[in-house]
């Protein structure tokens, strides 16, 4: 399933990226490596655990290399560790995967993009209790965002908003979706991006 998967995802990439990228005569020019943050919290409202609260606390580390100027491929690891306040019980799981990015407006300074990836993890938002330990789990994310340049530190530095919503690809009677908010920054090599006209 994860080679089919890998396969499609390929697919959707090769057809747009023939018509867009046919003028583009430097590949790979821009390397990013990004870091985000993600924190949520879930109040519950059980009569027997008045007090109870989810925790949770996502670490996102990925690492992307431009096609042209407006695709761009790479790959990332989600690192999720959660906490339920009751119990005191920890637990944590990890996402990983392939994902592709396209750029709206390529010739300006901040990215405004559209995203969608295929992955794989132990991470199961499934049925009616909190999430659990499921290995062997197929996600599709799509999402958005945008970076800008944070000029006052490094023109290489960027800071990236955006957000992120998985769907468990797997059949389950009961299963919702993983919606992960990106705080985070981003470093450039090697930019050669067109500066934005004044």
Known sequence: MTAKLITLHALLLYLPMQVVGQNEKSPFNN??????????WDMGNSITAPNYTYYENTWNVNVAVSLNRRFYMGIQSLFLFTNKSNVGKKNN???????????????RDTR?????????????????????????LYYWGFGAGFDRPLKFISEKLYLDLSFVNYIILNKYDLKYNYTQYIIGLNYRFNTIRTKRNK
């Open 31 to 40: 390397l990013i490596v990004g870091s985000s943050y993600t924190y949520i």
């Open 93 to 107: 799981y990890a996402i990983y995967g392939l994902f592709t990015q396209f750029d709206l407006m390529p010739k």
């Open 112 to 136: 405004f993009f559209i995203e969608t990836s295929i992955n794989q993890g132990d991470y199961c938002t499934c049925g009616a209790t909190d999430p659990y330990r499921k290995k062997n």
